[in-house]
């Protein structure tokens, strides 16, 4: 196991976890939300995600959202992650639900009253369907694939717990946003798909977390085979292992990239835990959800 | 109270406590040069050429030093397309390095924050960065190193940037002489970009769409004001820049230390007017720096000899230089 694909991986993040709890995208560096949700994750049921956990939780802040490290007075994005990592862990508790109403009042500024209204009378032409509600980065900007395709997850997660006729609105115009924005060529890019009446291209990385976000919906399945071909294609370690996780969670067999056991060529640990995720035997199961 | 950015880490924990007040004082020194300002164009006819030659003689010619000081080289990288010319070429990224190094800096970093793509090492990777020597120990990806807060931002109350960025003597724009579909022309100010962490504000740094793209541009040249030109012009990009548009061999580099005064000369180049260029003129207007002409000392080629007009969108179409 040691010297296998990865034990490799789990070895890495295990050395390379801050004394804090967190972890860092490159060694050496302060905690961040996002590398120690991977790292949690991939480390579940480990005493070395529990104190992950106990740091990311510390970060709440007021409102009920996350920052994306601590002391950063952002909210944005990181709250779905946390809220993914709540509902794995079993943690359903005041922090959650408030996590969850920050994510169900939080939407991308396209869909304002006003900018709605102007697209209507022909004023602005945003090429989207603007009533479609999905999730920024950061508050007060616009929906992205990537913060949108991460609260699915967490939303559709805790519908399951909590089934409100106001999560299953938002998944699904959520899910509907992330169809509306599909490039011509099948895939997504961070969420423009045309610029100017020029088509733009698609990433297999954004490609991948769409199609986490649309666990469970038919119209994701054309999408699947282009994914495929990207894992073939594509020179990025990073974008491989999002589609590894991705199409293993559509059911898709995978063939086995993961000889030799070697580190991934990239020192960024988030890449790293993505890897360890999509393994085999990885705990990428932790991010499937159920249609809501 | 004045902190140069090399005090910054001596300062981190004090200034944690009481807050980022003194970045201001940074900001408040900012002031177009009193006499015209140099700018260097220096022709290379390929990436082949001896460029790091060009480089420091544009370097000297403008009477940079950075003897022990912590530079950071920031190449425009936004992403990859094998099949146009999106980034600053690594051989000119390596000449600049090899150039820093050879005039005594302290330090010589390559820093660049992708605002597209996530995986900034694939990036890198295919850009042929990689080949730099040693790249994997001079490479800060900025949209993941750790950040401190800036006061003020346009109309923000704070702004988080790298403290790799924060604490360079000296910011290099290692820009690409490209258009853009909504500045009009992308070089060494808009260049910046760059320097806003993804982490904190996402993939594309929509944060800096909603301030505005030339308020962030000036904004961001009012706060890394400590900087120097190199725009890698040798093959441009017209058209429908910055991403999808088609190479342009220019065969020039073009360099400074007034920021507003390279990307105005590098506009006349393009035979664009940078009197029409939003951002020039409110860098113009806030004493940012140099853009008439008249306040510019041009060295090197005239740019009536190398002015090769750059195709433009036709929103852009009435930016053409008469």
Redesign the interface.
């Known amino acids: 196991m040691a010297d296998s694909f990865l034990g490799v991986r789990l070895d890495i993040l295990r050395r390379s976890q801050n004394p804090d709890g967190g972890w860092?995208?490159?060694t050496g560096?302060?905690s961040?939300l996002?590398p120690t949700f991977y790292g949690a994750l991939v480390l579940h049921g480990d005493p070395a995600a529990d104190r992950a956990w106990a740091l990311i939780k510390s970060w709440q802040q007021p409102d009920g959202s996350w920052p994306?490290?601590a002391?950063?007075?952002?909210s944005?994005?990181g709250t779905a992650l946390c809220l993914t990592l709540a509902h794995i862990r079993g943690e359903v508790d005041g922090s959650f639900l408030k996590g969850l109403a920050y994510l169900l009042k939080t939407a991308g500024?396209e869909s304002e009253l006003w900018r709605r209204a102007l697209a209507k009378i022909g004023l602005i032409d945003p090429g989207r369907n603007l009533s479609l509600k999905g999730w920024?980065?950061?508050e007060?900007?616009?929906s992205?694939v990537?913060?949108t395709a991460h609260t699915l997850i967490a939303l559709k997660k805790a519908y399951a717990l909590l089934p409100a006729p106001e999560l299953t609105e938002r998944i699904h115009s959520g899910e509907a946003l992330l169809l509306d924005v599909r490039c011509k060529d099948g895939g997504w890019?961070?969420g423009?798909p045309w610029?100017?009446g020029?088509d733009?291209r698609s990433?297999p990385?954004?490609t991948a977390l769409a199609l986490l976000g649309l666990q469970g919906r038919a119209e994701a399945a054309s999408s699947v085979d282009l994914a495929k071909s990207w894992l073939r294609d594509?020179?990025?370690?990073?974008?491989r292992a999002w589609i590894t996780i991705a199409l293993r969670l559509h059911g898709v067999a995978v063939p086995d990239t993961t000889s030799p056991a070697k580190g991934s060529?990239?020192?960024?640990l988030t890449?790293v835990a993505l890897e360890a995720l999509g393994a085999p035997e990885g705990n990428y199961r932790l991010l499937k959800t159920e249609k809501a | 109270m004045k902190i140069r950015r090399r005090d910054f880490f001596p300062l981190a924990g004090a200034g944690l406590l009481a807050g980022y007040a003194g970045w201001e004082g940074m900001r408040s020194r900012r002031n177009a040069p009193a006499g015209p300002s140099p700018v260097v164009v220096l022709k290379a006819s390929s990436y082949s050429d001896d460029l790091a030659q060009r480089i420091l003689q544009g370097v000297r010619e403008c009477g940079l030093d950075v003897r022990d000081q912590k530079v950071l080289l920031k190449p425009n990288l936004v992403e990859f397309d094998p099949n146009t010319c999106i980034n600053t070429d690594v051989a000119v990224v390596a000449a600049a390095y090899e150039v820093f190094k050879a005039l005594g800096a302290a330090e010589v970093l390559i820093g660049e924050g992708p605002g597209h793509r996530r995986d900034t090492y694939s990036i890198v990777e295919m850009a042929r960065y990689r080949e730099i020597s040693k790249f994997d120990d001079l490479f800060v990806d900025l949209n993941r190193d750790d950040v401190t807060a800036v006061e003020k931002f346009a109309d923000r109350n704070e702004m988080y940037f790298p403290n790799t960025a924060l604490r360079a003597d000296l910011v290099v724009s290692l820009a690409k002489m490209k258009t853009h579909h909504w500045a009009g022309a992308t070089l060494s100010m808009k260049n910046f970009f760059g320097l806003v962490p993804g982490s904190v504000y996402g993939w594309p740094k929509n944060e800096l769409h909603h301030i505005g793209i030339p308020e962030s541009i000036v904004e961001l040249n009012r706060i890394f004001r400590r900087s120097f030109a190199i725009v890698d012009g040798i093959v441009g990009m017209e058209g429908n820049g910055p991403i999808q548009g088609t190479p342009k061999p220019v065969n020039v580099l073009v360099m400074g230390r007034d920021l507003p005064a390279v990307d105005a000369t590098c506009c006349r180049i393009m035979g664009i007017d940078p009197a029409k260029i939003e951002y020039l003129r409110m860098a113009a207007d806030g004493n940012l720096g140099n853009v008439e002409e008249s306040h510019i000392e041009q060295r090197g080629e005239k740019i009536s000899e190398v002015r090769t007009n750059f195709a433009l969108i036709d929103s852009f179409r009435g930016l053409r230089l008469s």
């Open positions: 860092s995208y490159y560096k302060q961040w996002e994306p490290t002391g950063a007075a952002i944005g994005w500024t920024p980065w950061k007060g900007t616009s992205w990537e913060p890019n961070y423009s610029t100017l020029e733009q990433y990385e954004t594509t020179p990025s370690s990073m974008a060529g990239s020192p960024d890449v």
